[in-house]
């Protein structure tokens, strides 16, 4: 198996892992609850998403 002839220089590898970083989750507002959602998600508070029932919300045991 080849390996690497030169060593990559700081700058290039940091060009490399750019991409790698990690980013807050978008939240939005439910429109039916109010509830603070992840965006193209159902409300876990009401089960609505896009103004429709998506989830039966009932009392669980």
Do not use: W
């Not at 990690?22 to 439910?30: D, G, H, T, Y």
């Not at 965006?39 to 919300?57: D, F, Q, T, W």
């Amino acid at each position: 198996m080849p390996n690497p002839k030169h060593r990559f220089s700081q700058t290039r590898t940091a060009k490399r892992r750019t991409h790698d970083k990690v980013e807050a989750v978008q939240l939005s507002n439910c429109s039916n609850c109010g509830a603070a959602v992840i965006s193209h998600r159902v409300c876990p508070e009401c089960g609505y998403y896009r103004g429709k029932l998506a989830i039966e919300k009932g009392a669980t045991a």
